[in-house]
Every structure is written in structure tokens, then in C-alpha cells.
């Protein structure tokens, strides 16, 4: 009887596919000093404070760099963890030299913060400022040239912090969910059924800092309709990620669950003022299948008052193909680079 046969009659699997977690939490096989080498970069495991909560974060450095490097923090997308788009992006954009951070903001993945899944802007803002800081305060960077790179809706909360963060010399803001009154109306259909979502957040909002009590919707789901987002192909793609076992570790802490408050601040959000106040130089990656579909980037592009702006577009390259297609993030990331590199 041969090895395999053997296996399959004693009812055991190969220890390499074992599923169960024999020790602590860990993303990657990190050595004694939360230090990972991967060829020419090194990407440690490293903690930072906002606002007194301890936000856990991802720190690419290039392996080869004589003098202090430029640097980048990242935000991602709608209840994001750092190995999800970010990574995308960090661990191409180090290779052109960049000293870049992702993180898990407050509440999500491994950082702390409660309640847990509370997507709210000014937080995620304060995390991204937070990021800024701590890159500002590192040997190896140059604190006069770090800018910041915004994912889909995380695109809203970057514009925030660069409008108001000295430290901050430019911005990159890639495939992004505009939050504008079309943009609800996009997603959403109807006014009737904005005023209801949001109604139903202010009401959860209300309950939690009377009680604590929080309610939960789905990120995403094909049958719940309380979800955030109802696209099967969105569904698709961020499903797996709720999978938590030790073949998965390395994809974080995603959770498919936000406080339903965090409504509050998407469908009421109008971003058109920030973006229009951008007097920074500003980045514009998007396509027409993209989130925000083709006009209303466009416009708002239009608007930004800075005398510094460029807009690249990428035809019909959808969104998920920005979170994790090798060749859009590939094709996307030289002009990431080349932009921040004249400022």
C-alpha cells in the first residue's frame, strides 16, 4: 500500500493543510524582531498610538537605500485590514524606493478600539495623521517628503488629512468612492432609501452612546439587504476573506460585519467641499467601471483648486482589478511613484 492510500484509510491529512492554530496569531512567519526580508525589502511588524489606541501596521523599507527615503501611509477601502489592497500597493511601491506603511485602523484587523467595525471618517482620518506621524519620526525618512495614497473610499478620509496635515506634501487617490449626493444615489437608488439607511444609523448611533449597545449589518452579503454592499461580484471577492484559520493568516483580521452607525457617516458624507479645497498636489487614478462610475470623478476632478493635479485613466478596468489584478496594480503604481517623486 502505498503513502497515499495509507493516508486516506488512516482518515489523516497532511500536516502542511492542517487548519487548526497551534499558537498565537501571527500574520507571517515573523522573525525575533517582528522582521520579515523579502528579497529587497524588509517589512516589519510594527505598533503606533492614535488618540491613546494602539493601531498595528505594516512597515515596507527598502533593503538598499544610502540616504532617508521618501515616504507613503496608506488608506484603504470600506472596513479594510492592511493585507487587503494596501498590501497591493506596498509591496510595489517600496521597490521604487518608498519607506510605506499600512495599517489596520481603530477597530479593525489587529489594531484595538471598540466598538469593533465602527467605520467612522473622523477616525480613520486621525489614524492616517497618526500613520503621517510616526513616518515623520523615523530615521530612514525624509519627513519633507511624505505623502499620502487613498483606496476607493478611504479616498475621502486621505483628502481630510491632507487638507489639514502640514506634513503631508501630496496625494494619490485611486479608483475611489467618491461619498457625493450621486454617489449615494448611485448605490442607493432613491432619496427615500438614503433618508431610510441613514435614519436607521442615527437611531443606532443614539442607542449606542445611550446604552453601549451595538447593532451590526453585514460589509457585504447577497441576501441580507441591511448590508452595506449587495453585489454578488463584490460579495465574491470579499467572502473568503472572512475565512480565519491558519492557512489564512496571512490575509488578516477581516470581519464581515460594521457597526451599522458607521451609515451615518457615508450616506450623509458630501466630500465635494474637501475635494474642491485640495490646494495640494493631487493624483487621480480611475476608470469608468470603477467606484464612482465614469462622470462623477471626472467632475470633481474638475473641481479640486489645486494648480498641481493629473488625471490617469484607465478605460474599463473595473474595481476589484485596482484592489488586486497584478496587472492593473502594476500599471497603476509608476505613475503612483513618478507623481510623488516631483514633489
Known amino acids: 500500500m502505498n503513502d497515499i492510500s495509507q493516508a486516506k484509510n ?13 499558537g498565537l496569531f501571527k500574520t507571517q512567519d515573523w522573525d525575533n524582531a517582528s522582521r520579515l526580508q523579502v528579497t529587497d525589502y524588509i517589512v516589519e511588524r510594527i505598533t503606533f498610538d492614535s488618540q491613546g489606541v494602539e493601531i498595528v501596521g505594516n512597515l515596507f523599507s527598502p533593503v538598499k ?26 509591496s510595489r511601491l517600496v521597490k521604487y524606493g518608498f519607506t510605506v506603511l499600512i495599517f489596520d485602523p481603530r477597530g479593525f484587523g489587529e489594531s484595538a478600539g471598540e466598538p469593533r467595525g465602527y ?26 517628503h511624505i505623502y499620502a495614497l487613498g483606496i476607493c ?36 437608488q432613491s432619496q427615500e432609501a438614503i433618508d431610510t439607511r441613514v435614519g436607521l444609523a442615527l437611531k443606532a448611533k443614539k442607542r449606542f452612546e445611550e446604552t453601549g449597545e451595538v447593532e451590526y449589518i453585514p460589509v457585504v452579503s447577497t441576501e441580507d439587504k441591511s448590508a452595506y454592499l449587495t453585489a454578488e461580484a463584490i460579495y465574491n471577492f470579499y467572502a473568503p476573506w472572512a475565512q480565519h484559520d491558519v492557512l489564512a493568516n496571512h490575509r488578516g483580521r477581516w470581519e464581515n460585519k460594521m457597526t451599522r452607525m458607521s451609515e451615518a457617516g457615508i450616506w450623509a458624507r458630501d466630500s465635494s467641499e474637501a475635494i474642491a479645497s485640495l490646494n495640494k498636489p493631487v493624483l487621480m487614478v480611475h476608470s469608468e467601471r470603477a467606484a464612482s462610475g465614469e462622470h462623477i470623478p471626472r467632475r470633481l476632478f474638475d473641481s479640486i483648486g489645486s494648480s498641481t493635479k493629473q488625471l ?16 492593473t496594480v502594476d500599471a497603476a503604481v509608476p505613475h503612483i511613484s513618478n507623481f510623488f517623486s516631483k514633489f
Open 10 to 22: 488512516a482518515g489523516s491529512e497532511p500536516g502542511f493543510l492542517t487548519r487548526t492554530s497551534t
Open 65 to 90: 537605500s544610502a540616504n532617508r527615503t521618501s515616504a507613503i501611509a496608506v488608506m484603504g477601502p470600506i472596513s479594510y485590514v492592511k493585507e487587503q489592497a494596501p498590501l497591493q500597493y506596498a
Open 119 to 144: 467605520d467612522w471618517g473622523v477616525n480613520k482620518t486621525e489614524d492616517l495623521n497618526a500613520a503621517v506621524a510616526y513616518l515623520s519620526q523615523l530615521d530612514n525618512v525624509d519627513e519633507e
Open 153 to 188: 473610499q478611504g479616498v475621502n478620509w486621505t483628502i481630510d488629512a491632507v487638507n489639514a496635515n502640514p506634513l503631508i506634501r501630496a496625494t494619490a487617490l485611486v479608483a475611489g468612492q467618491y461619498l457625493v449626493p450621486e454617489t449615494w444615489m448611485l448605490y442607493l
Open 312 to 327: 490617469v485613466w484607465f478605460g474599463g478596468r473595473n474595481q476589484l482589478q485596482f484592489y488586486q489584478d497584478p496587472l
